[in-house]
């Protein structure tokens, strides 16, 4: 019996995130001609569909929006910090469609796993930095 064993089509699907908009052109060409020298040499033809779903933002240390959230966290006992993390949210969606908005870390422990857990000591601070924004 005759069996192939060579799939029909294969897919494979990727993601690339920069702060640089210019070094993700540059990784999915860099990609797209390495696909495309593999297939070539194995006699296959590469589709290649490519979507932008979020793009990386950042705000100033010293601008308005970025002040007020600083002086809600002081008032709040927590002390600023910004970190650039290269992660995708909705506070990216937002501000692509010219909606200033951040993500502020609440402490949160192994997030993104089955094992996310946010200590109640967290929460009660997060709690005290909405009442802090709420009340400016």
């Known amino acids: 019996v005759d069996v192939n064993t060579v799939a029909a089509a294969c897919r494979t699907d ?4 920069s702060y ?5 052109e540059e990784v999915t060409d860099g990609l797209r001609a390495a696909a495309k020298i593999a297939a070539a040499s194995e006699e ?7 979507e932008t779903e979020f793009l990386a933002y950042q705000h100033g240390w010293d601008t308005p929006a970025t002040q007020f959230i600083r002086s809600a966290m002081e008032r709040a006992g927590i002390t600023p910090l910004a970190v650039s993390t290269g992660g995708g949210s909705d506070a ?3 501000n692509a469609k010219g909606v200033t908005a951040y993500n502020l870390g609440l402490g949160y422990q192994k997030p993104h796993s ?3 857990v946010l200590p109640f000591a967290a929460f009660e ?7 802090m924004l709420l009340t400016s």
């Open 44 to 50: 296959c033809v590469v589709r290649w569909e490519q």
């Open 125 to 131: 601070t997060a709690r005290q930095l909405c009442r």
């Open 92 to 94: 990216n969606v937002l």
């Open 20 to 24: 640089e908009p210019a070094r993700v």
């Open 14 to 17: 990727g993601e690339c995130r």
């Open 114 to 116: 089955h094992h996310e």
